[in-house]
């Protein structure tokens, strides 16, 4: 939308913040106005530039495992992490330093393609939807003494298919 003072003939440009993100890096788009002064016209063009905006990924909750005296054991988590790319571009999961499957395997309803194994259990990874499998390993969990607290870490990343990437921990 452009603003016209009518008093000075400046004016203000507001572009539509959804429609601008949405352009991917090169993509270029031109707003024109007609704008009528008196008894001249004028206008007004605005050139936009798409860039690769930054994937957004919401970090997902942890995971939390409790171990009691008894020799346990622990039900797999599942969860998704979440992102979005305001170009729309195709995403794709990944786990930092983690391996490829050689073939998908299927664990708690999950085709997972990705893996990496932690301390306490390995976490799997289907790469092009985001979901994902923790399968804790019961013998090292029940080996931690009482009162002991530890943690697996895991760093996700999220790649555009315009290669910007970004990492998130679970």
Do not use: C, H, M, W
Not at 44 to 73: K, Q, Y
Not at 137 to 147: G, Y
């Amino acid at each position: 939308t452009l603003y016209v003072n009518s008093s000075t003939g400046e004016y203000a440009y507001d572009a539509d913040e959804n429609k601008v993100n949405a352009l991917k890096a090169g993509q270029a788009r031109t707003d024109t106005f007609t704008v009528t002064a008196g008894t001249g016209q004028n206008t007004v063009t605005i050139n936009l530039s798409g860039v690769d905006d930054t994937t957004l990924v919401s970090v997902p909750p942890a995971i939390v495992i409790n171990d009691t005296p008894a020799n346990d054991a622990f039900t797999n988590r599942v969860g998704k992490v979440e992102a979005n790319d305001a170009e729309s571009d195709v995403l794709t999961y990944g786990i930092e330093n983690g391996a490829t499957l050689n073939t998908a395997q299927t664990i708690s309803g999950i085709q997972v393609d990705r893996q990496l194994a932690g301390t306490y259990g390995t976490l799997y990874l289907k790469s092009s939807t985001g979901d994902y499998v923790y399968v804790p390993t019961p013998s090292a969990i029940n080996a931690l003494s009482a009162n002991q607290s530890r943690t697996d870490s895991f760093t996700l990343t999220v790649t555009s298919n315009a290669q910007s990437s970004v990492t998130t921990p679970l």
